[in-house]
Nanobody, 126 residues
Framework: QMQLVESGGGLVQAGGSLRLSCAAS????????LGWFRQFPGKERQFVAALRWSGGRIYYADSVKGRFTISRDNAKNTMYLRMNSLKPEDTAVYYCAAGGAITTTQVMAGEWYDYWGQGTQVTVSS
């Protein structure tokens, strides 16, 4: 089993920045993909960004490209999401997840992730 714990959410003004963290513990899988998803009220979870724990390609949703940066610190078993130029429409609960997705389509689909964190609220005021 793998446990994921997010932190770093909060309230920020439009144009501001936040950095989310996702700490992984328990069994970790070097071939797994770690990703960030977000969920708006009454909506399904939406893909934000992902990377492979072993390195290589990074994936972003078009809506966050150029504003958000995903990274990892293998020594700390932690993944980060740096969010710059935040907009009110970025307001959501942000989740980190881990799973064995292989193709780009799978990486961007929540059903390919086996483990999920509890979520952290990000609120961007206008």
């Amino acid at each position: 089993q793998m446990q994921l714990v997010e932190s770093g959410g909060g309230l920020v003004q439009a144009g501001g920045s936040l950095r989310l963290s996702c700490a992984a513990s328990g069994r970790t899988f070097s071939n797994y993909v770690l990703g960030w998803f977000r969920q708006f009220p009454g909506k399904e979870r939406q893909f934000v960004a992902a990377l492979r724990w072993s390195g290589g390609r990074i994936y972003y949703a078009d809506s966050v490209k150029g504003r958000f940066t995903i990274s990892r610190d293998n020594a700390k078993n932690t993944m980060y999401l740096r969010m710059n130029s935040l907009k009110p429409e970025d307001t959501a609960v942000y989740y980190c997840a881990a799973g064995g997705a292989i193709t780009t389509t799978q990486v961007m689909a929540g059903e390919w992730y086996d483990y999920w964190g509890q979520g952290t609220q990000v609120t961007v005021s206008s």
